[in-house]
């Protein structure tokens, strides 16, 4: 069996669910990757899930394991040293020494040595310190391309810094920032152009310290599909040409000393030195304790003229707009700690960013379709379910990426995910509102030929009341024919005889629909109707019988003023039986009727033609008088096989819809039939006569008692055989 709305089979049920959700899960994964066009804010709102997984995560300490230790030029260095800002290169010389002194591995400097010093001998001085200490980095300064792949377009021969002729190892300082000005990921190394089509690979100033750390020299990473290698490092990519930084948290999450202390050994005096004639010496101090023993030093300025503070994923203050605000030189350092501790944030594949969307999406789609499939009809249940499905989704995509991301590393995306999703939540309750006005439409065109107006609606509302393509169901159906209708029909010109029987097909209809009847066909001047489809109707059989009744008082007030305009007055028989038949579509592909087909439908008809035999009006089936004979007032007829049956039947004359509205009189009557029947029935003719011929003292034109008292008289003299069972076998329909 199939519904209205579901016009499909199951198979093409299951499968709408995945084209949906397919089309849902592909259009927001073309999206997550700019086809056919980017669209910023999407990229910005996922970023900012990023961000909101680094809260979520919180902070981690490193302040013990971190591999990275900053020394910093603060507004304190300015005071404490003799010499003011920018200082003289035989500073960071000193530097270089103590740190290596200290036990540090790699040094990278985050200053921009662009011009030559004043100081006789301060570049001298620097430079032999950067050939006898061969882990050093300086930084390299260029302009670059953002466009495309943040390729190097031009810079001077020495990126900037005057010291790369001295032989010293450069990275370049640059670091890429995200569409909302975020400091999010790393590169490892830019392109620079030294001709037209001719570039050279520059290691960023990050990469080119952890080269150093690991012992590789100016060893560069290796560029393969889906990472990059430095070393025995494989760093997962982001993109074609970062990584992301794993920041351990916000701003001053990484050791730091002031450049003064690391400078402040036994030779060199500070301000406050001099000024109190003390030596101090905080360089021993540092040293003693081991804070710079195999890390990687990082040099940069950390004080807010140096225009060097930009926002990173992590907030210091969070009741701050600028909370989120970092040194360049701890951008770094992250970069550099998230290669050497190894905890990289790893990028979900296409395979796996597809999948969770599909998946999604295929769980929302098969949501809605299995709720509507379970008919659920209310167009907002349709609408509400799915979206409770669809924010359940989106709450368990979204604590798994938080989830996974703080304890795996691993990045979901988070708004592409529920891009799909909500496309699938869309396009599933547009479809099931577009089919929902389909399928009634299709209601309303099917079934007003055949119910009320106010059951159409009902349907309309419901449309998981009906059931169309066949079924069997328990049902009634109502049979009546005009009688002698040939003869009537020589009395009038057509075009009379049609207004005539119009008059009387709606009323008759119209009585059909008062009981919530549908309507079969006309067949000529017989109406077949039947009760319980496709609304389901628990007492199909009383209202059927409600229906029969006011039919004969429609006719009667029908007669009256046929009488009075002078027209040939119209009298019907109706046979009534319930029982199951197959209800539903009947014909071809584009022509057909909602009907009833069954022995049971039969049965109605020929037991409307009986009423021939007993000149009766209403004749009920054993079947359906079982079904009301506590509220209706009837009188077994007889016990029949209908024309082409074997199987006796009992049918009943209907007198009234109301067993207590029945007159004393009629009551009587029925009851000396009732009485005289049984008499007959146990071959007692002439008991059953005298009962037969009393009903007919009180109406003598009681047919059926007149009939029994015939019957019982030739009975009396002719007694039939002795295995009578009182069955009268219909020869005629």
């Known amino acids: ?248 948290g916000p701003a001053g999450s990484f050791p730091t000393y002031d450049i003064y202390q690391v400078l402040d050994d036994s030779s060199f005096t500070t301000r406050d030195e001099a000024e109190y004639g003390l030596q101090i010496n905080d360089y021993y101090d540092l040293k003693d304790h081991g804070v710079f023993k195999n890390k990687v030093v990082l040099v940069g300025a950390e004080f807010p003229e140096s225009g060097d503070l930009k926002p990173i994923p992590f907030s210091a203050d969070k009741a701050k707009q600028s909370g989120n605000l970092a040194y360049g030189v701890e951008i770094h350092a992250a970069a550099i700690e998230t290669v050497l501790d190894g905890d990289f944030l790893r990028p979900a594949n296409a395979v796996t960013d597809f999948l969770e969307m599909l998946v999604g999406a295929l769980l929302i789609a098969l949501t809605s379709f299995m709720f509507k499939s379970a008919q659920h009809s209310k167009m907002f249940l349709v609408v509400f379910v799915p979206f409770l499905a669809t924010g359940g989704v989106i709450f368990i995509s979204y604590e798994a990426a938080f989830i996974l991301f703080a304890k795996k590393g691993i990045v979901l995306g988070i708004i592409y995910p529920i891009l799909a999703y909500s496309f699938s939540y869309v396009g599933t309750v547009v479809y099931q509102y577009v089919s929902e006005r389909k399928q009634k439409t299709a209601i309303k065109s099917i079934f007003s030929r055949y119910v009320d107006p106010s059951v159409v609606n009902q349907l309309v509302s419901n449309p998981e009341l009906v059931r169309l393509g066949g079924e069997r169901k328990v049902l009634s159906v109502l049979f009546s024919d005009i009688a002698n209708f040939t003869g009537v029909s020589e009395k009038l010109p057509p075009e009379e005889l049609v207004a005539h029987l119009n008059e009387y097909l709606t009323s008759m209809t119209e009585v059909v629909f008062k009981h919530a009847g549908t309507l079969d066909k006309y067949i000529g001047d017989a109406i077949i109707a039947f009760w319980g489809a496709p609304l389901e109707l628990k007492d199909h059989a009383y209202r059927t019988c409600q229906a029969a009744i006011e039919m004969t008082k429609r006719l009667d007030e029908l007669h009256a003023k046929w009488k009075a305009e002078n027209k040939p007055l119209l009298n019907f028989r109706i046979g009534v039986n319930s029982g199951e038949m197959i209800v539903g579509n009947v014909g071809g592909r584009d022509r057909f009727d909602y009907t009833v087909i069954g022995d049971n439908v039969n049965l109605a008809s020929r037991l409307e033609s009986a009423n021939k035999m007993y000149r009766t009006r209403i004749l009920l089936s054993e079947y359906t008088y079982e079904l009301v004979e506590d509220r209706v007032f009837a009188r077994q007829l007889d016990l029949i096989v209908v024309k082409g049956k074997t199987k006796p039947v009992k049918v009943f004359e209907l007198l009234s819809d109301d067993i207590d509205g029945v007159t004393d009189e009629k009551r009587k009557l029925v009851d000396l039939y009732c009485a005289g029947l049984a008499k007959y029935r146990n071959r007692e003719w002439g008991i059953a006569a005298e009962f037969f011929e009393k009903a007919l003292s009180i109406d003598s034109s009681d047919y059926p008692s007149e009939m029994y008292l015939e019957r019982s008289r030739v009975f009396e003299i002719e007694p039939p055989p002795g295995d009578w069972n009182g069955v009268f076998v219909m020869q005629t329909k």
Do not use: C, W
């Not at 899960?25 to 999206?31: K, P, Y």
């Not at 001077?156 to 370049?172: A, E, L, Q, R």
């Open 1 to 248: 069996m199939q519904t209205v709305r579901g016009k499909f089979s199951r198979t093409r049920k299951l499968v709408l669910p995945l084209i949906i959700a397919f089309a849902s899960a592909i259009t927001a994964f073309l999206l997550s990757r700019d086809i056919p066009v980017e669209i910023p804010f999407l990229k910005t709102a996922q970023l900012k899930t990023l961000d909101q997984r680094f809260e979520y995560r919180v902070p981690i300490n490193i302040k013990d394991s971190s591999k990275v230790v900053i020394v910093d030029i603060t507004n304190q260095s300015f005071q404490a040293l003799p010499n003011s800002f920018p200082f003289p290169r035989k500073y960071y010389a000193r530097l270089i020494k103590n740190l290596f002194n200290a036990g540090a591995k790699a040094v990278g400097i985050d200053i921009i040595f662009d011009e030559p010093s004043k100081l006789h001998g301060d570049d001298s001085t620097f430079a032999a310190a950067l050939k006898k200490y061969k882990s050093v980095v300086l930084a390299g300064h260029s302009d670059i391309d953002v466009s495309a792949r943040y390729k190097i377009l031009k810079s001077t021969d020495f990126y900037h810094n005057i010291f790369v002729k001295d032989g010293s190892s450069i990275g370049i300082v640059f670091v890429r920032n995200d569409l909302d000005g975020v400091y999010r990921r790393y590169m490892p190394m830019n392109e620079f152009q030294t001709g037209q089509d001719q570039y050279k690979l520059v290691p960023s100033f990050g990469f080119a310290v952890v080269s150093k750390y690991l012992g590789l020299g100016d060893a560069m990473a290796v560029n393969h599909n889906s990472y990059f290698q430095l070393g025995n490092i494989r760093i997962p990519k982001y993109d074609e040409t970062s990584m992301l930084i794993n920041y351990p």
